[in-house]
């Protein structure tokens, strides 16, 4: 504990660079995968070829995808662009089926009678058939955060900061209380980030706790 303490002010930047490089993926990804999760969900042919896409996606190792991203969008190797667009990549693999699956399982009586008093596709889907698929969506999420931030560490293999740098210093060093300090704040921030996904999917969705 005493080499935590007296490095409190490195593992705040590492938790502050941890979370932007796991974060803001999800995010990316979230906008991405809603438009083809949606596409997903109306057209057969766009399902088939959307969910083996993403499916073989998710299949390349994430540290082979961030050594060659540099190659394939001219960016420097320690470029922290790198492992947020591999993260993107996952999510978008991960999200396009939860989407999918949950637009897809929306009650075809529920969409009939918001056509019915005058709903448009568009205003439909934003006003009733997303909203009800929230909680399969936030199930989601939840898988590609905590993906996620355990993936942000691969990009400490090429110099980029995060707690896969405590790993590299500890393993370099023969240091086995860094990298245990790693494993525990890389356990404990999967753990808030769930945590807090699973909160915000109960207050957009008060209705699921309705007769509860």
């Keep these: 504990m005493t080499w935590v303490f007296d490095h409190l002010g490195l593992l ?8 932007y490089l796991s974060v803001l993926p999800v995010v990316l990804g979230l906008i991405i995968a809603i438009p083809l999760g949606w596409a997903a969900s109306r057209w057969r042919p ?16 994430s540290l082979a995808l961030i050594v060659i991203l540099p190659a394939l969008i001219s960016t420097k190797t320690l470029d922290p662009l790198n492992v947020i667009i591999t993260l ?36 439909r889907f934003l006003g009733v058939e997303f909203p009800l698929a929230i909680p399969v969506v ?18 400490a293999l090429i110099g980029i900061a995060g ?14 209380t860094e990298i245990v300090t790693g494993i525990v704040a890389t356990l404990l921030l999967a753990l808030v980030a769930d945590l807090v996904l699973q909160l915000i999917g109960r207050l957009v969705t008060p209705w699921t706790r309705v007769g509860r």
């Design 12 to 19: 705040g930047d590492l938790t502050v660079t941890h979370v």
């Design 163 to 176: 707690y896969g740098q405590l790993f590299t210093n500890g393993f370099q060093l023969q240091f086995v």
């Design 46 to 61: 766009a399902r088939a070829v959307l969910l083996t896409v993403s499916g073989l996606l998710y299949t390349i190792p």
């Design 88 to 123: 993107t990549v996952y999510t978008i693999a991960l999200l396009v089926r939860s989407i999918a699956d949950a637009l897809s399982s929306v009650p075809p009586t529920i969409v009939a009678a918001a056509t019915a008093i005058g709903y448009r596709p568009f205003k």
């Design 138 to 155: 936030v199930a989601g999420l939840r898988v590609a955060m905590v993906s996620n931030i355990s993936l942000v560490s691969v990009g």
